[in-house]
């Protein structure tokens, strides 16, 4: 089984294969993978990696094989997009953003929230490929936002006397 130990992003070229995987399953390692025409090869990359949709896998032989955002259960979401927007990421959602609709992973509780708030949801099978987070990380993981001080007296407090 040939090793993948390494990726291109944003793949332009001919590739031997492709391999489709759920949003969750682009987020991996060491793993081994089946391609969408039976093949197996295995993913041995340095340090866990985010893959979108595009990218592709370079085994040791010099075949590419694409990497394919599989269709999951998603929900379209229409409204005041700038708060619905706000809202989801607050709660450090995944978000696909488009000019006239967000796109989130269903979610039962999420999604009485955005209909709480106006939003009309639309559910959905389709390809899930959410904004990456902020500063090159890829993916948002959790809420760490390089140890500044979150607490009611934090950085920004003002000293009365």
Same mark, same amino acid.
Request: aromatic share 4%; proline share 6%; charged share 20%.
């Given at each position: 089984?040939?090793? /993948?130990?390494?990726?291109?992003?944003?793949?332009?070229? /001919?590739?031997? %294969?492709?391999?489709?995987?759920?949003? %969750?399953?682009?987020?991996?390692? +060491?793993?081994?993978?089946?391609? %969408?025409?039976?093949?197996?090869?295995?993913?041995?990359?340095?340090?866990?990696?985010?893959? &979108?949709?595009?990218?592709?896998?370079?085994?040791?032989?010099?075949?590419?094989?694409?990497?394919?955002?599989?269709?999951?259960?998603?929900?379209?979401?229409?409204? &005041?997009?700038?708060?619905? /927007?706000?809202?989801? !990421?607050? +709660?450090?959602?995944?978000?696909?953003?488009?000019?006239?609709?967000?796109?989130?992973? +269903?979610?039962?509780?999420?999604?009485?929230?955005?209909?709480?708030?106006?939003?009309?949801?639309?559910?959905?099978?389709? /390809?899930?490929?959410?904004?990456?987070?902020?500063?090159?990380?890829?993916?948002?993981?959790?809420?760490?936002? !390089?140890?500044?001080?979150?607490?009611?007296?934090?950085?920004?407090?003002? &000293?009365?006397?």
């Amino acid at each position: 089984m040939l090793p /993948a130990r390494s990726i291109s992003r944003a793949h332009q070229g /001919a590739t031997a %294969d492709s391999v489709t995987l759920s949003y %969750d399953e682009r987020f991996l390692r +060491r793993k081994r993978l089946t391609t %969408d025409a039976g093949a197996s090869f295995m993913v041995d990359l340095a340090e866990t990696t985010s893959l &979108n949709h595009g990218d592709a896998f370079s085994l040791d032989d010099g075949r590419k094989i694409a990497v394919r955002a599989a269709e999951e259960p998603v929900v379209r979401v229409q409204g &005041n997009l700038p708060r619905l /927007a706000w809202h989801i !990421g607050n +709660r450090h959602t995944p978000c696909q953003i488009a000019p006239d609709h967000l796109v989130i992973r +269903r979610d039962p509780v999420i999604e009485a929230m955005l209909k709480g708030l106006g939003a009309t949801l639309t559910l959905q099978i389709a /390809a899930f490929t959410p904004e990456g987070g902020a500063y090159g990380h890829g993916r948002t993981m959790g809420h760490d936002h !390089g140890g500044h001080d979150h607490s009611p007296a934090g950085p920004f407090a003002l &000293n009365h006397v």
